[in-house]
Nanobody, 115 residues
Framework: QVQLVESGGGLVQTGGSLRLSCTAS????????MGWFRQAPGKEREFVARISRLGGSTYYADSVKGRFTISRDNAKNTVYLQMNSLKPEDTAVYYCNSDRQQIDWGQGTQVTVSS
């Protein structure tokens, strides 16, 4: 069974950057295509970015394309999300999971972007 722990969130000003990490324990996360998702207050959880098992393919939501970069280090069982040019509308709790959301959700990490 895989357990996910997200970290790296915080408070940042508009235009700032953050790097999120998601570390998996248990069964290796390299068995999965992995994704980042986010949930803003009062809204449903939404897809942000996806990366293939070996990292050769990535895909992004239009709202973050060109600003966010997903990557992974399978040796460390860790998936990253580099977030640049942050906007207030990026404020949300960020979660990682397999792209098909097959794993129990972790606690997420809060990202707050001030205007």
């Amino acid at each position: 069974q895989v357990q996910l722990v997200e970290s790296g969130g915080g408070l940042v000003q508009t235009g700032g950057s953050l790097r999120l990490s998601c570390t998996a324990s248990g069964r290796t996360s390299s068995s999965y295509n992995m994704g980042w998702f986010r949930q803003a207050p009062g809204k449903e959880r939404e897809f942000v970015a996806r990366i293939s098992r070996l990292g050769g393919s990535t895909y992004y939501a239009d709202s973050v394309k060109g600003r966010f970069t997903i990557s992974r280090d399978n040796a460390k069982n860790t998936v990253y999300l580099q977030m640049n040019s942050l906007k207030p509308e990026d404020t949300a709790v960020y979660y990682c999971n397999s792209d098909r959301q097959q794993i129990d959700w972790g606690q997420g990490t809060q990202v707050t972007v001030s205007s």
